[in-house]
């Protein structure tokens, strides 16, 4: 391992999982500071990215893969301060991003060189730590195995989530015809127009299925983004289009226990799901070469811009998790780390 250009403890502050539970169940801890193999490298994180699936793991509900830490946070910002021998694409000193299988939430982690990328210019630490995983993760699911192209439209439930407006701001980039959402209040209906939707549908006042018959001539959808699940699976099977697809990357409301199968068959729909976390090294590198080409240029541009609604101290992660489970953040829920 190359030494680190700046001398820092054996020691870190970590927020570990007490044992499964509610966002109390998150405490500051001290744990070693991790050692990078030889295709990692470790990084002083100054910020990281809150997620469902952090939630998720705090609830007992969503394990790290086998090697992982324990210590959850899946995509970080900050400084490489060590190398491992096999690096060879990154520099002491440089500031980056990566996507991480868990251990974000700390003052230090390692990351796979092939998972790790080199921060893009004009983007804040904070900013930076609200992108890998949430634009990878759309850019799976609504662009690779959603097959979205310009001129379809599309609906994005969550639209305030951190999925949410991102998938909205890359539909719009991208050339959507139309692009509904839907949202919980109408803070969260005017950040969304703004964000590029062209409805925000209201959840709590108007039926989704309702509205976006209405805005396309009672045609439908051509795709749609569902991080809810629930009876929201039914229901997309009637606001879709014939032969839409639907891709299933959440299930913040459950199992969905009753099914009407018919309008799949008759409608020739495609249902699909995945989960990022679980990929491979590889897999995930190849996702970011096409952000890389195809995405970051509009980040640079400032066409995209990572959506930020709030920050917490590191030591705060019960009430950043309080507050994403709250439903009333529009954007990200970011964890800075003071050094």
């Known amino acids: 391992m190359s030494s680190s250009r700046n001398k820092q403890g054996s020691q870190m502050t970590a927020i570990e999982i007490t044992q499964p539970g509610g966002p109390d169940k998150l405490k500051p801890t001290e744990r070693p500071v991790p050692t990078p193999n030889p295709r990692e490298v470790l990084i002083r994180v100054h910020a990281a990215g809150v997620n469902g699936p952090d939630l998720l793991q705090r609830k007992g509900l969503y394990d790290p893969p086998p090697g992982a830490s324990d210590i959850p946070g ?171 697809r639907i891709v299933q990357i959440g299930v913040i409301k459950g199992p969905a226990t009753q099914v009407d199968l018919f309008p799949m068959l008759v409608k020739r729909l495609t249902h699909i799901g995945s989960t990022l976390r679980s990929r491979s090294h590889d897999d995930k590198a190849s996702i970011i070469t096409e952000l890389e080409s195809k995405v970051w240029p509009h980040v640079r541009s400032r066409a995209i811009k990572p959506l930020i609604f709030k920050t917490f101290p590191l030591n705060d992660a019960a009430q950043a998790h309080a507050l994403m489970e709250s439903g009333q953040h529009i954007g990200k829920v970011v964890l800075t780390v003071p050094h």
């Open 74 to 244: 899946l995509e970080i910002a900050g400084e490489v301060i060590a190398l491992g021998k096999e690096v060879t694409r990154f520099r002491l000193g440089d500031p980056v991003i990566a996507l991480v299988p868990g251990g974000g939430y700390a003052e230090y982690a390692v990351a796979d060189e092939r998972t790790t990328i080199h921060l893009p210019h004009g983007l804040s630490m904070s900013e930076g730590a609200a992108l890998p995983e949430t634009f990878m993760t759309v850019w799976v699911n609504l662009f690779q195995r959603g097959q979205f192209k310009a001129g379809e439209s599309v609906l994005i439930h969550g639209g305030a989530s951190g999925i949410g407006t991102t998938a909205t701001m890359l539909a719009k980039v991208f050339g959507a015809s139309k692009i509904f959402t839907t949202v919980a209040n109408a803070q969260q209906q005017a950040a969304s127009l703004a964000l590029g939707a062209d409805v925000a549908i209201n959840y709590n006042e108007q039926d989704f299925v309702e509205q976006v018959m209405l805005g396309t001539n009672n045609l439908g959808v051509d795709v749609i983004v569902d991080i809810i699940a629930g009876d929201y699976v039914s229901r997309n099977f009637q606001a879709a289009a014939m032969n839409a």
